[in-house]
Structure formats: structure tokens, C-alpha cells
T-cell receptor, first 114, second 112 residues
Framework: ETGVTQTPRHLVMGMTNKKSLKCEQHLGHNAMYWYKQSAKKPLELMFVYSLEERVENNSVPSRFSPECPNSSHLFLHLHTLQPEDSALYLCASSPGRSSYNEQFFGPGTRLTVL | GQQLNQSPQSMFIQEGEDVSMNCTSSSIFNTWLWYKQEPGEGPVLLIA?????ELTSNGRLTAQFGITRKDSFLNISASIPSDVGIYFCAGQEETSGSRLTFGEGTQLTVNP
């Protein structure tokens, strides 16, 4: 149990669907992250939120829309995705301090876009 | 952008053998982290290193923060079947805030 939960664990959606991924951290952290993990590639950082403010957006297409209503919850809203968006989407949280800032990951959502 | 070179990409070993993997970077890092990921799960933090030269153990795992601050290694002693998984290194640069740069991972297979 890492203290970071994600739902759903698996999601299959069509290209015209709208869905949302949810992440919740129970660690009292101030920073939260979305990563994309595709086969044979390093983890790709998508978004970073610090104290509920988006501080980083790594040129992610607008069909991915993050939302951070408070420091414990993070959402990733999905719409009109493409098959190449199929991947494992990982959420992580960290204390948010510049030092001792280990990131703790959730179990991920396995997304398949048909 | 910054890249981490992690090697080897994969390892096939017999139970009981020791394992060593490493990461190198072209930039100086002030933090090195090692994670393990099992199928269908997210990465789990194994060891965190914060000082050049630091050597830290976690059970049969030992990791070191290189003196040059550009490399780190992870050793696993007396491997067992449950050590199977993908091991990732991650580094944090002084100027990157909380951003981590990840290696491509080392896939470890342990034969009983």
C-alpha cells in the first residue's frame, strides 16, 4: 500500500468517448503528477501540480485535461483520444519540498483506446 | 533534454546470484532514486540517495550515489524469484524543482 490510489484500474474507450481518471493520495503531500508509460519507453511526465496549481505541462495534447481540486485529488479528463494514447497512466505524489522529494506512485490505470 | 542511461536493459539470472545495474547521466543530480515495478502495478520506491558517495541498503538491496553525482548503481544480493520485475533509476537535478528524469529500466528475470 503506497498511499496513492487510482481508479479505474482498467479502462477501454472509443475515440469519441469522454472519460476521467482519478487519483487520490493519503500521504499529506503537496505535489501531484501524471505520467504516461508506454512499452519500451521511459516514463513520460505529463503534468505537475504543486499546491493545486499546475506548474508544468509537457506539451501534452489538449485531449488530455488535468484537474486538481485540492492537494489530495487529481483527475485526468480524456476526450477524443487516439489509439496511440493507449498506455499505463500513472499518478504520483511527493512532499513538494525541493529536498527529500521522493515521488510515490499509484498502481496506474491501463487505458486502451479502440 | 536530460537523459539517463540505464544498463543493462535486461538480465536473466539464476536464483541465488547477485545482480548489479547502473545509471549514468550527463548532468549533475542531487537525488537518485531506485524503483521496482511489477506487472500491472506502479513503481515502488526502493531506495533514495541524497549525498554524493552515500551507500544505502534496504534488505538485500544496496545502492550508491556516485562521487561525481552523475551516476548510481543498485546491487541485489542472493536473488530470489520475487525479485523479478523492472528496476528504474530516477534522478533529480538541482534546477528541476520536483521533476524526476527516469531511466528506461532494467528487466530482471530470475530462474528458480
Amino acid at each position: 500500500e503506497t498511499g496513492v490510489t487510482q481508479t479505474p484500474r482498467h479502462l477501454v474507450m472509443g475515440m469519441t468517448n469522454k472519460k476521467s481518471l482519478k487519483c487520490e493520495q493519503h500521504l499529506g503531500h503537496n505535489a501531484m503528477y501524471w505520467y504516461k508509460q508506454s512499452a519500451k519507453k521511459p516514463l513520460e511526465l505529463m503534468f505537475v501540480y504543486s499546491l493545486e496549481e499546475r506548474v508544468e505541462n509537457n506539451s501534452v495534447p489538449s485531449r488530455f485535461s488535468p484537474e486538481c481540486p485540492n492537494s489530495s485529488h487529481l483527475f485526468l479528463h480524456l476526450h477524443t483520444l487516439q489509439p496511440e494514447d493507449s498506455a499505463l497512466y500513472l499518478c504520483a505524489s511527493s512532499p513538494g519540498r525541493s529536498s527529500y522529494n521522493e515521488q510515490f506512485f499509484g498502481p496506474g490505470t491501463r487505458l486502451t483506446v479502440l | 533534454g536530460q537523459q539517463l542511461n540505464q544498463s543493462p536493459q535486461s538480465m536473466f539470472i539464476q536464483e541465488g546470484e547477485d545482480v548489479s545495474m547502473n545509471c549514468t547521466s550527463s548532468s549533475i543530480f542531487n537525488t537518485w532514486l531506485w524503483y521496482k515495478q511489477e506487472p500491472g502495478e506502479g513503481p515502488v520506491l526502493l531506495i533514495a540517495l541524497y549525498k554524493a558517495g552515500e551507500l544505502t541498503s534496504n534488505g538485500r538491496l544496496t545502492a550508491q550515489f556516485g562521487i561525481t553525482r552523475k551516476d548510481s548503481f543498485l546491487n541485489i544480493s542472493a536473488s530470489i524469484p520475487s525479485d523479478v520485475g523492472i528496476y528504474f533509476c530516477a534522478g533529480q537535478e538541482e534546477t528541476s524543482g520536483s521533476r524526476l528524469t527516469f531511466g528506461e529500466g532494467t528487466q530482471l528475470t530470475v530462474n528458480p
